[in-house]
């Protein structure tokens, strides 16, 4: 079964700052996909940034963008500039190609201190 | 705003009652997904629907059921109901089982 695994319960970085958030997980797959998600206190759930496990290039939207290690099977965010609005939960999500499902992991909480 | 509607926002029951949850997926979305949050299991499917048929089913109680109606449109029952199914309910839509899924702002269910 496939797993979704997110080693850091908390997070903090300073408001302009860069921090990374860890994702690692485990399949047997070849072709899936990969996501960050983020829930700030609306509780809205907001796609961040996707990954297609067949480029190797990283993908990157504005201040946000991934480091993909496949044969590793990590996939951490970067969040550059930080702001306040940044501040939220933070979810890891897998899907197989073909799949259905959103594997996701525990989350990381990110507070961005002014 | 994602597109994705789901009433109502809020929903306070009691145990052993039933609820039913609705959701409105994005204009021309025929993947319908739901999703449980609670502090316990964390994001969890429960079940997808595609073009009125059930597609997949995930970590869903046999209290639960749900399905699309021909307007797309789709609803969880949940039934019996127990203080562990408070949570947040999650509905979500996609095109199709491309990856991108767009999801509502939730329905928060306490059951008192």
């Known amino acids: 079964a496939q797993t979704v695994t997110q080693s850091q319960p908390e997070m903090s970085v300073q408001e302009a700052e860069t921090v990374t958030l860890s994702c690692t997980y485990d399949?047997?797959?070849?072709?899936?996909?990969l996501f960050w998600y983020k829930q700030p206190p609306s509780r809205q759930m907001i796609l961040v940034i996707r990954?297609?496990?067949?480029?190797?290039q990283n993908a990157t939207e504005n201040r946000f963008s991934v480091n993909f290690q496949k044969a590793a099977k990590s996939f951490s965010l970067k969040i550059s500039d930080s702001q306040l609005g940044d501040a939220a939960m933070y979810f890891c999500a897998y899907k197989v190609e073909y799949g259905n499902k959103l594997v996701f992991g525990a989350g990381t909480i990110l507070r961005v201190k002014s | 705003d994602s597109g994705v509607t789901q009433t109502p926002k809020h929903l306070i029951t009691a145990t052993g009652q039933r609820v039913t949850l609705r959701c409105s997926p994005r204009?021309?979305?025929?993947?319908v997904y739901w999703y449980q949050q609670s502090l316990d299991q964390g994001l969890q499917f429960l079940i997808q629907y595609y073009n009125g048929e059930e597609r997949a089913k995930g970590n869903i109680l046999e209290r639960f059921s749900a399905q699309q109606f021909p307007d797309l449109h789709s609803e969880l029952n949940l039934s019996s109901l127990e203080l562990g199914d408070s949570a947040l309910y999650f509905c979500a839509s996609s095109v199709a089982d491309d990856g991108q899924a767009f999801f509502g702002q939730g329905t928060r269910l306490t059951v008192v």
């Open positions: 204009s021309g979305d025929l993947s």
């Open positions: 990954q297609e496990a067949y480029k190797q």
């Open positions: 399949t047997s797959e070849s072709d899936y996909y």
